[in-house]
């Protein structure tokens, strides 16, 4: 991604569609309704071969400061102040109102770089607008439809110009996930690795949580200024969004997410799509803080977030907030350590950590917490150090033998990280059971310290199976009674 793309405008005009037609998915909450966006949104956008972020913003309305509605344009402001390039639409059938020419103002003060664009300029009316627009001082207006795609090319021959100028910066801001071991590193040590010259990326961080947990609190808190919508109603953040920011000197980019609740009162349209779009910033962050409530940790739907998390392959730390209302904390910690190796095996060892994100309390432990997470997420462990190993756990515990045929763990690499992957060559690698394959990640999680981080194993045949074991053959005896026959 090159270059920033801040989508402003008043409710209605067209933001959320256009936002998705640049993403090409429906990322962004997207009805008939104004004003059904109320957080900053971004995505990474692609217009032909260009490539570049582009934020959605919550309309820029004309309200006092104390009203949701204010923060929503204070936050807006703040989108314009984060972005390279501001595009400005409005309403090309309905014209320049009032509210167009007071934000227009506001990007002017601004020193804004704006393109100006006219949204739902198909036909004469559309045409009219496009020419009233002009009133607005800010250069040519750009005609588009972001419902059915007209004018896209003209937006490109705009943006073009900026991939240039902003492309390196991008570069050392995309973090890096989902990497493959080459297999001449396969026995490289860590330590020498560590030697080798890298890009520092920003450590990506996802909040998820149930409604009303505090997360937008706790990243507010993080990066030091009001950056996302806080406030007694619940249920505010509706979109997931990603502020970039240093925390204690680690350069992180972190997502907010709407309240996953249970499914089953999830009944409102806005509201299923703002869970789906929270599951799906899961999948964009390496490491998952699920955050807890302290009055009713743990329920059902806390277990199927971390869940989730964990199978989705993300490291995961687990916070306690509100840890300032909690009287009796020492009992109160044991209680919470006890259930959480209870209900939650899968994520063993994962770090439990307790904050007030109100106050800021327990915010340097969750910092390090995070960063001893993500260390483990990519950590790499030589084949020779691996085999060695497999043969230690082979030994003191033998794989079954289901129909007597004793099952061979013949050889480990360790062929993915961020999470740590694993193959396993052996023989009939479908019939070895969940169990034993449990034994083995226990057994990696405890010996090369990776507490907590998912762990995947792939069980592939060797290549020197017999490979005609499956087929089936005339016996000797069989062989003789059909001679007999004859």
């Known amino acids: 991604m090159s270059f920033t793309l801040a989508i402003v405008g008043r409710p209605n005009v067209g933001k959320s569609t256009l936002f998705n037609r640049l993403v090409g998915r429906k990322l962004a909450l997207v009805d008939d309704q104004p004003g059904v966006t109320r957080d900053l949104r971004e995505g990474d956008a692609k217009l032909f071969d260009l490539r570049f972020t582009v934020i959605d913003t919550a309309g820029l309305e004309e309200v006092t400061d104390d009203s949701l509605q204010g923060r929503m344009r204070r936050l807006t402001e703040r989108a314009v102040d984060m972005a390279d390039v501001c595009l400005f639409l409005i309403d090309g059938r309905a014209g320049v109102n009032p509210s167009d020419e007071v934000f227009a103002e506001i990007l002017r003060k601004k020193g804004a770089r704006v393109i100006l664009g006219v949204n739902k300029a198909e036909g004469r ?52 996930t989902d990497v493959d071991i080459p297999e001449e590193d396969a026995d490289v040590e860590a330590d020498e690795l560590a030697h080798r010259p890298t890009v520092k990326k920003p450590l990506q961080i996802a909040v998820i949580g149930r409604p009303n947990a505090g997360k937008s609190t706790l990243i507010n808190k993080i990066i030091g200024e009001d950056r996302l919508l806080t406030g007694p109603e619940a249920g505010i953040t509706r979109d997931a969004i990603s502020v970039r920011a240093d925390w204690l000197g680690t350069p992180i980019r972190i997502f907010d997410t709407a309240g996953m609740r249970k499914r089953a009162k999830v009944v409102e349209k806005l509201e299923k799509l703002s869970v789906s779009d929270g599951l799906r910033a899961v999948r964009f962050a390496e490491v998952v803080v699920v955050l807890l409530d302290v009055e009713i940790p743990f329920e059902s739907q806390d277990l199927r977030i971390a869940d989730y998390a964990e199978s989705e392959g993300r490291a995961v730390v687990v916070a306690v907030n509100k840890w300032d209302l909690e009287d009796d904390k020492q009992d109160k910690l044991a209680e919470l350590k006890e259930m959480f190796d209870r209900l939650l095996p899968q994520l063993r060892g994962a770090p439990l950590v307790t904050v007030s994100a109100k106050t800021g309390r327990g915010l340097d432990r969750l910092h ?58 052996c023989s009939r690698p479908d019939e070895l059971p969940e169990s034993y394959k449990r034994y083995l990640v226990n057994g990696l999680r405890e010996h090369f310290e990776m507490p907590g981080t998912p762990i995947r194993l792939f069980f592939r045949s060797q290549a020197n199976d017999n490979p005609f074991r499956e087929r089936k053959f005339h016996t000797p005896s069989r062989l003789r009674k059909h001679m007999d026959k004859k």
């Open 368 to 425: 390090d917490a995070i960063r001893r997470a993500h260390d483990v997420w990519n950590k790499r462990i030589t084949t020779n150090r691996l085999n060695s190993w497999l043969g230690a756990m082979t030994e003191a515990h033998p794989p079954p033998a289901p129909g007597g045929h004793r099952i061979k763990l013949r050889y480990i690499t360790q062929a993915k990280t961020r999470p740590p992957g694993f193959v396993i060559k």
């Open 125 to 176: 009316a559309g045409e009219e607008g496009a020419l009233e627009a002009w009133s607005l001082g800010l250069g040519e207006p750009l005609r588009i439809s972001a419902e059915h795609g007209e004018g896209m090319d003209d937006l490109y021959r705009l943006l073009k110009p900026l991939e240039g100028e902003f492309a390196e910066r991008e570069q050392e801001n995309t973090p890096l």
